[in-house]
């Protein structure tokens, strides 16, 4: 397998596993207070709705297919960022991995909660506490973390087949 063709295979494992790790640490964090677990993942469709996004209770394609769908591209948009950084560094042991991730997750958060205009954010704010939000940070970069170690596995797994074959 090519670099580029590991690549992505990484990125869309490690940035898939991200995404429901994520989602679903999200939809307890609402639980927790209170809330619809699907009120977060509807609030990043805010982006196409508006702030009432975050309000929006119900399991609908506007709100929860579209926020899933733009969660989903988010996290391997970070994803991908995070696997580069791993392919050039020698393999990392689990606690490594898991510090890299939480750099890329705290990296993720600055730039979607100070960079990035308010309508580009992920909108969990319209929901969620601030210790919640930053929950759900934390469970991003377990959700990284998490992927690339799956990811690790596959690709060794399909070099080893690639050698047998």
């Given at each position: 397998m090519?670099?580029?063709?590991?690549?992505?295979l990484?990125?869309?494992?490690?940035?898939?596993?991200?995404?429901?790790?994520?989602?679903i640490?999200?939809?307890a964090?609402?639980?927790?207070?209170?809330?619809?677990?699907?009120?977060p993942?509807?609030?990043?469709?805010?982006?196409?709705?508006?702030?009432?996004?975050?309000?929006d209770?119900?399991?609908?394609?506007?709100?929860?297919?579209?926020?899933?769908?733009?969660h989903?591209?988010?996290?391997?948009?970070?994803?991908l960022?995070?696997?580069?950084?791993?392919?050039?560094?020698p393999?990392r042991?689990?606690?490594?991995?898991?510090?890299?991730?939480?750099?890329?997750?705290?990296?993720?958060?600055v730039v979607?909660y100070?960079?990035?205009?308010?309508?580009?954010?992920?909108g969990?704010?319209?929901?969620?506490?601030?210790?919640?939000?930053?929950?759900a940070f934390?469970?991003?970069?377990?959700?990284?973390?998490?992927?690339?170690?799956?990811?690790?596995?596959?690709?060794?797994?399909?070099?080893?087949?690639?050698?047998?074959?």
């Amino acid at each position: 397998m090519d670099r580029s063709s590991k690549l992505l295979l990484s990125t869309l494992v490690t940035g898939s596993v991200a995404s429901a790790v994520s989602t679903i640490a999200l939809g307890a964090l609402a639980k927790i207070e209170g809330k619809s677990s699907f009120r977060p993942t509807n609030s990043t469709s805010h982006w196409l709705h508006g702030d009432e996004a975050g309000s929006d209770e119900r399991v609908d394609i506007t709100h929860t297919a579209v926020g899933y769908a733009t969660h989903h591209a988010s996290a391997l948009f970070w994803a991908l960022p995070f696997e580069a950084w791993l392919s050039s560094r020698p393999p990392r042991s689990s606690t490594e991995l898991l510090k890299d991730a939480a750099v890329m997750s705290a990296i993720a958060g600055v730039v979607d909660y100070g960079i990035v205009p308010k309508r580009l954010t992920p909108g969990w704010e319209l929901t969620l506490s601030r210790k919640s939000v930053a929950a759900a940070f934390v469970s991003l970069a377990i959700g990284l973390a998490a992927g690339a170690a799956v990811s690790k596995e596959i690709t060794a797994a399909l070099r080893t087949n690639a050698r047998k074959g």
